[in-house]
Nanobody
Framework: QVQLVESGGGLVQPGGSLRLSCAVSGFTLEYYAIGWFRQAPGKGREGVSFISSADGSTQYADSVKGRFTISRDNAKSAVYLKMNDLKPEDTAIYYC??????????????????WGQGTQVTVSS
């Protein structure tokens, strides 16, 4: 049974940091591309960051570049998103997702087959 469970969200002040985790079970993580997406109230889903399965290449949305870092630990079947210098506009529900494509980055939401339930991140003073 495939399962993705996010954790680590919460309320943080502007300029603060959080690290989101995504625990993966039911399959071998190393063969999957990974993405973090977010959805703010009244807005569509936005791709935040991506990491490939083959060489660990990464890509970030311009809005988070230099502040967020995506990583994966295949041995622990876990995915992470370290978020620094958080801004109120980062407030959203954050989702991890997996795509069964071995190789390069996968950046389109429709390409992802497996999704977590999401974790809320609220940036406010």
């Amino acid at each position: 049974q495939v399962q993705l469970v996010e954790s680590g969200g919460g309320l943080v002040q502007p300029g603060g940091s959080l690290r989101l985790s995504c625990a993966v079970s039911g399959f071998t993580l190393e063969y999957y591309a990974i993405g973090w997406f977010r959805q703010a109230p009244g807005k569509g889903r936005e791709g935040v960051s991506f990491i490939s399965s083959a060489d660990g290449s990464t890509q970030y949305a311009d809005s988070v570049k230099g502040r967020f870092t995506i990583s994966r630990d295949n041995a622990k079947s876990a995915v992470y998103l370290k978020m620094n210098d958080l801004k109120p506009e980062d407030t959203a529900i954050y989702y991890c997702a997996l795509a069964s494509q071995y190789g390069g980055l996968v950046t389109q939401a429709w390409e992802y087959e497996h999704w977590g339930q999401g974790t809320q991140v609220t940036v406010s003073s």
